[in-house]
């Protein structure tokens, strides 16, 4: 009771700032949408649609207050578009049409809010905002985790972050990638953040919670979460200033804490090499082969919630020790039912066909295109004005690329937070696209004259 | 208690942010994109308010 009242009120707080800047009810649905308090809470407030009343607030408000004057619909916004429309179709047409519409209740809401989101972000300050409270909320799930996980309260399906339902951004794997892509956003945030200024108490809690986020794959035990950690760890290279020290400090760091992590855990990652023992990644393998059959024969997906159909069968081989020289085999067969996709590409090519999944690595891929450009471009701007740019666009980058690579194992295609990602590239692109135009904006000549060419349309 | 804490910091952080961007006017107005109204123009604007007032 308490929590739900402590939650209204804040969420309350919000809708109410929001009456004096419109901006804020996009930062309320943003929380709503990450954190869902309406989860946590367990009591009245499950009730009430906050997640639907905050989004048309927010809507409506940027509609009628808010204003609208540099907005452009970019070329990826018109691909959410196409995603939303082709998803609408292929629900009409699906395979297990209840449990399809189902699924379909919250896909368009987090594809329209993506399409939505860069027309608000006008200012380089929302921003700063929404990725502030994208961070945020997201601690509000992995500082608890982290602190489990310390104590020793960790452990595969056993980690309980909140709340008890092991779905969307509660469930190990996903929060264990998503906690990886947020990394880049937080240093973002400590080297160019405006609203907590950039001070020691600002640095450490920063520090804080991107410990917090680390300790995520090894409190829920998700592979995905150590190879995302890898992938970030590499990225990071790009950017670092002396990659010498950068190397060393991450050696050093995995040596002392190579021994400190628990034997389940280290257990578990070896299973990463050698799947044919473990019965989650061998479930993957079939799955993974079912999805390519299936798609041959429905090129065009069938629909959301495609994988209950699904039979599949496959042996798993397990190693025991029998003295120095004795190694026994034992094999099991194992026949499951209704497994999912566990990959973001294998959920889009099921449930969406060869079109979905074109349209959707599209869309991603010319994410990091375009942050790529932005990224090169104003790399060497200094002045106040823009020396965020560039930044902000690596850190785009480099949480899609996480989020790219950890959708090789996890089935995050419509996960609402990336999609925010998304909105928050597309809303960069626009902007940069807008001042462009203004002498300060421009390049200094005669250094990059070669790139004084505008951005392109996409 | 962890679970408090951690419902708590994040909340408190944002409550705060909250605050700050109300009294924030870049929120609405961004200092590059939109750039005040060069003199002459204002200079205009003030003498057809005026106009009109009278």
């Given amino acids: ?458 | 208690m962890v679970d408090k804490l951690t419902i708590l910091i994040p909340h408190i952080l944002m409550g705060i942010a909250l605050w700050r961007l109300l009294a924030r006017d870049d929120l609405d107005r961004d200092p590059l994109a939109d750039p005040p109204a060069p003199p002459a123009f204002r200079r205009k604007q003030q003498s057809e308010r005026t106009k009109n007032v009278s």
Wanted: proline share 4%.
């Fill in chain 1, 1 to 458: 009771m308490f929590l739900d009242l402590f939650f209204l009120a804040f969420v309350g707080a919000f809708v109410f700032a929001g009456i004096k800047r419109p901006f804020l009810l996009v930062l309320a649905y943003t929380y709503i949408d990450i954190v869902a308090p309406q989860k946590i809470s367990y009591g009245f407030l499950g009730a009430i649609p906050i997640s639907l009343v905050t989004f048309t607030l927010a809507f409506g408000a940027w509609f009628v207050i808010d204003q609208k004057r540099g907005a452009r619909f970019s070329f990826r916004q018109g691909l959410l578009l196409l995603l939303l429309v082709y998803c609408g179709l292929t629900t009409l047409a699906a395979d297990f049409p209840v449990e399809a519409a189902d699924k379909w209740s919250w896909v368009w809401k987090a594809l329209l809010f993506a399409m939505f989101l860069p027309l608000t972000l006008r200012t380089r300050l929302r921003f700063e905002a929404l990725a502030l409270v994208m961070v945020l909320s997201i601690g509000v799930i992995v500082i608890g985790g982290g602190i489990k996980t310390l104590a020793g309260g960790g452990g595969y399906q056993t980690l309980k972050l909140l709340v008890n339902d092991n779905n969307g951004l509660y469930e190990g794997s996903i929060i264990s990638c998503v906690g990886m892509a947020v990394i880049p956003l937080t240093i973002w945030l400590v080297q160019h953040g405006t609203i907590f200024p950039k001070s020691r108490l600002v640095t450490l809690f920063a520090a804080g919670l991107c410990f917090a986020c680390l300790l995520m794959p090894i409190g829920t035990q998700a592979r995905t979460g150590l190879i995302c950690a890898a992938v970030l760890a590499v990225l990071s290279l790009r950017t670092v200033k002396n990659r010498a020290l950068y190397l060393g400090a991450l050696g050093a760091a995995s040596l002392i804490a190579l021994p400190l992590l628990p034997s389940s855990f280290t257990q578990r990652m070896s299973t990463i090499e050698n799947h044919s023992s473990d019965q989650s990644a061998s479930t993957r393998i079939a799955v993974w082969g079912w999805t390519l059959e299936y798609a041959k024969q429905h090129p065009f997906g069938g629909g959301f919630e495609v994988y209950r159909q699904n039979e599949l069968v496959y042996n798993t081989v397990a190693e025991s020790r029998a003295g120095d020289n004795n190694i026994a085999l034992e094999s099991e067969r194992i026949v499951e039912k209704g497994r999912a996709f566990h990959s973001s590409y294998f959920e889009m090519l099921g449930e969406q066909g060869y079109p979905g999944l074109v349209i959707w690595l599209l869309l991603h891929g010319l994410g990091v295109w375009q942050m790529e450009i932005l990224r090169r471009r104003y790399a060497r701007r200094k002045e106040e004005a823009l020396a965020w740019i560039a930044p902000l666009a690596n850190a785009l980058q480099q949480a899609q690329i996480v989020y790219l690579v950890g959708s090789l194992f996890v089935g995050i295609a419509y996960q609402p937070f990336c999609y925010m990602l998304v909105g928050l590239q597309c809303g960069l692109w626009s902007y940069v696209r807008r001042i462009q135009r203004l002498p300060v904006a421009r390049p200094p000549v005669p250094a990059a004259a070669a790139q004084r060419r505008p951005l392109p349309a996409a």
